[in-house]
């Protein structure tokens, strides 16, 4: 059983979302965090820097297959 929503962080969060893109969540960790780690998976870390370098080089393959922002 999960523990019940608290709203006032719940607004912070939705507030927060409604004027952010994933990309600019994750420059905006990357510029704060550069070098602070942002993922651990099978004992490797990956900072913040170097996870929104991964997202870019994926935008730009989406892009070069004909993917535009904004579409589903």
Known sequence: MSAAPTPAVDSQVDAHLNFTTVGTTLERAARLHGDRTA???????VPHAEVL??????????????VRPGEP
């Open 53 to 66: 370098a991964h997202a870019r080089r994926f935008a730009r393959a989406l892009a070069g297959q004909g």
């Open 39 to 45: 993922i651990v998976m099978e004992g490797v870390r």
